[in-house]
């Protein structure tokens, strides 16, 4: 915007200067070449005068007149006899031309002598070269020309100074804004500036406000569902527990198993449920995070488990200082579920690869696993709530882990997509922001 305004500001200068200063030097050239015409008109003059009047005296003055503006003027005056085409011509001609006797463009004025009694006793042609005037042209055109370019440098750095003046408040509206993306929800925006400026900082504080206000009522929803959904459910399968114990009868005790992994399946719901109502509610600002550190780390997780299910997770060779943004935790959360969900369908001897790439300002990690993959309707629907597919989840699964593995990764400005794997199975891929070198401080927005 601050370009704009001083692109703005600077056409409008060049147009005041243009529409005053180019009609001021076009008048001053032409007053320029009328006053020489004039000058040379004059001279001529009084040289047909004295040509006209043939006595001695005035040919000795002729004589002189004519020497002496050659020695002063970069001009010559010649003497035509009566019997010349221009002195036969008998009338007065001005013309810009080349002039054979300087060898020059020149301003050629041509008077005819005549007597008392009207007859033509010759005539004068005055050569006037034109380089002193373009000289001189150049000069004013030049001045001018310089003096525009200074004014227009002075309004360019005078228009910085007033874009940015004008600008900042929406500079702070636009940190404000960048500050509450990335989670900061206590960000705020001075009421400085114009009126129309003050009222959006106003609207936009209050925004943000009420946001705040709503993610916190959430939170504690979320803080008082765990307790109050956890606790009983708990307590319930702990009861079973105890009754499958002390009861003998066969058929008892199916019912009794039964009841109990519907709690537990109840129990896994509630944790999914509480989980992606987290990631919906809980906006925290995101902060550097080491791929290579974070994808080893969930590997010592998961290792035992794949080590069962006798699955290799094998992580291409990542590049160390790799980093990219993402809320505390979220990354960990993310993976956690797309590994989980890749063992449960793996096959035993399969392989699960991680790799990470980075373009530009983005970071890609691509999971990929050697399970039966998902057609395209159902990678269409895959991040849908409580959708389970037959080669995405296991039987125990809740259909939650890739809505909240798209919830967060959502949360923290990237994105998440399905693929068909080379060879077989399902590629995951998600981007992040890559996060800045810490020689280099972040920018704002």
Do not use: C
């Not at 030049?142 to 910085?160: H, N, Q, S, T």
């Not at 003998?248 to 449920?273: F, H, I, Q, W, Y």
């Not at 369908?345 to 990929?368: C, F, H, K, Y």
């Amino acid at each position: 915007m601050v370009r704009q305004l001083v692109a703005s500001y600077v056409v409008l200068v060049a147009l005041a200067i243009i529409g005053f200063t180019v009609p001021v030097a076009f008048t001053l050239t032409d007053q320029l070449e009328g006053d020489l015409e004039l000058s040379v008109s004059r001279e001529a003059d009084t040289v047909a005068l004295l040509l006209a009047a043939g006595d001695e005296p005035s040919r000795q003055a002729l004589d002189r007149l004519v020497l002496a503006y050659e020695q002063q003027t970069p001009g010559r005056i010649e003497l035509l006899p009566a019997g010349s085409p221009e002195a036969r011509a008998g009338t007065r001609s001005a013309l810009w031309t080349h002039s054979p006797v300087l060898n020059a463009d020149a301003l050629v004025l041509v008077v005819p002598a005549r007597t008392a009694d009207g007859v033509v006793a010759g005539a004068v042609r005055v050569s006037y070269p034109a380089a002193p005037l373009e000289r001189r042209l150049w000069q004013i055109w030049g001045f001018r020309a310089a003096l525009a370019v200074g004014v227009l440098v002075l309004a360019a750095a005078a228009g910085v100074l007033v874009a940015r003046r004008l600008t900042r408040p929406l500079r702070g509206l636009t940190t404000m804004a960048a500050r509450f993306g990335d989670g900061d929800l206590t960000a705020r925006s001075t009421e400085t500036g114009p009126p129309e400026t003050r009222t959006l900082a106003r609207t936009l504080n209050a925004g943000a406000l009420r946001i705040g206000t709503l993610v916190d009522a959430q939170r504690a929803f979320v803080a008082d569902a765990s307790h109050q959904l956890r606790t009983p459910l708990t307590a319930l399968r702990l009861s079973l527990d105890n009754i499958a114990d002390e009861v003998s009868d066969e058929l008892t005790r199916e019912d009794v198993e039964t009841a109990t992994a519907e709690v537990v399946r109840m129990s896994r719901l509630a944790n999914g449920l509480l989980a992606l109502a987290k990631a919906e509610g809980l906006v925290a600002a995101p902060e550097p995070v080491g791929v290579a550190e974070l994808v080893r780390g969930r590997f010592e997780v998961w290792s035992p488990v794949a080590a069962e299910r006798a699955v290799r997770l094998v992580a291409e060779p990542l590049e160390e200082g790799l980093r990219v943004l993402a809320g505390p935790g979220h990354l960990e959360q993310v993976l956690d579920n797309v590994l989980s969900n890749a063992l449960e369908v793996s096959p035993e001897g399969g392989v699960i690869t991680v790799s990470a790439t980075a373009d530009g300002d983005r970071v890609t990690l691509v999971v990929l696993d050697q399970g039966p993959g998902l057609s395209e309707q159902e990678r269409a629907r895959a991040f849908d709530r409580f959708w389970r597919g037959q080669g995405l989840t296991g039987r125990g699964g809740s259909g939650l882990g890739l809505a909240i593995v798209k919830q967060l990764v959502a949360d923290n400005a990237g994105s998440v997509r399905l693929a068909a794997a080379p060879g077989g199975g399902l590629a995951v891929w998600i981007t992040l922001r890559l996060a800045p070198s810490p020689a280099s401080p972040r920018s704002g927005g």
